[in-house]
């Protein structure tokens, strides 16, 4: 069993920035992808980055640019840096983590984007 918590969300104001962070329950050194997903009021779940264990990124086309996914295998933990957020960008954000073939998820934690 894989356990993910998020922390690091907040209000925020527009053009403002925040910094997530995922802690994994166990070394994430051989996990083959994390990400990071939103779901805003009403609307699916949608993917925001992911980071392959070799560091290879991708991101949400909508995103590049403003939003960068990295991780740091010596703390067990997934970041997300946003910045320049928008109020769309208003949502509750999950980790995620793939090991081999069972998806793990983290509880959210809301971003909320007004001024």
């Known amino acids: 069993q894989v356990q993910l918590v998020e922390s690091g969300g907040g209000l925020v104001q527009p053009g403002g920035s925040l910094r997530l962070s995922c802690v994994v329950s166990?070394?994430?050194?051989?996990?083959?992808?994390m990400g990071w997903y939103r779901q805003a009021p009403g609307k699916q779940r949608e993917l925001v980055a992911i980071i392959i264990s070799g560091g290879s990124t991708n991101y949400a086309a909508s995103l590049k640019g403003r939003f960068t996914i990295s991780r740091d295998n010596t703390k067990n933990t997934v970041y997300l840096q946003m910045n320049s957020l928008k109020p769309e960008d208003t949502a509750v954000y999950y980790c995620?983590?793939?090991?081999?073939?069972?998806?793990?998820w983290g509880q959210g934690t809301q971003v909320t984007v007004s001024s």
């Open positions: 166990r070394s994430i050194f051989s996990i083959d992808v």
């Open positions: 995620n983590a793939k090991v081999v073939t069972t998806v793990y």
